[in-house]
């Protein structure tokens, strides 16, 4: 699609899917990033794919990863390798595991919602930082979510904001080209806002 299209698309959609959230909503646009790539990928119903995104708040879910398998995450990357190179050296698993489960979804997992959330972070490779505010940016996000979900037709307008992306032939590009073309549209819509706000 033609990026002219695509930024008319995504700014007509903030603007409508924005009467649902409170200004400066840190959820509103890692809703529609993780809409927009799941509906395109067919992955399922959106409502349930937002919302399972709760789930990367218990532990519980990443605890019995072996000891292997998270010096080997860590290791994965040269960025996240030399962030964490210290504890690396040390072996401090119990650092290592605290940091992998905020880290892990969002880089192992790629899981869009947090990708977007956290899209700050991975640009600037600021892993520790992420991991710090994993828990509580998520739940505030989270929050508004569940406010937006409970107004009249917040779910039915999403889902038709997908099937109008749809429509426009994405579902023909790879999951890799929709998530590349779709961050590069947000982040100028983000920047147009920054720039509206310091005028």
Not at 65 to 79: T, Y
Request: charged residues 30%; hydrophobic residues 40%.
């Amino acid at each position: 699609m033609e990026e002219n299209k695509l930024l008319t698309f995504l700014r007509q959609t903030k603007e409508i899917l924005g009467d649902f959230f409170p200004a400066g909503s840190t959820a509103l646009l890692p809703v529609i990033f993780s809409s927009l790539v799941w509906a395109a990928t067919r992955r399922g119903e959106i409502k349930k794919k937002i919302l399972e995104t709760k789930v990367w708040l218990e532990p519980e879910t990443l605890r019995s990863k072996p000891a292997e398998f998270i010096l080997d995450f860590f290791k994965s990357g040269p960025e996240l390798r030399a962030v964490y190179e210290q504890e690396i050296a040390a072996g401090d698993l119990r650092a290592l595991r605290a940091a992998f489960r905020a880290l892990y979804p969002v880089l192992g997992l790629q899981d869009p919602f947090l990708e977007r959330l956290f899209s700050a972070e991975l640009k600037n490779h600021d892993y520790r930082r992420l991991t710090t505010e994993f828990g509580p940016r998520l739940e505030a996000a989270l929050s508004e979510i569940r406010a937006a979900g409970g107004r009249d037709y917040f779910w039915r307008t999403l889902e038709n904001i997908c099937h109008e992306f749809l429509k426009l032939g994405w579902a023909l590009l790879s999951e890799d080209e929709i998530r590349e073309q779709l961050k590069k549209a947000l982040e100028k819509i983000r920047a147009e806002k920054i720039t509206g706000d310091n005028r």
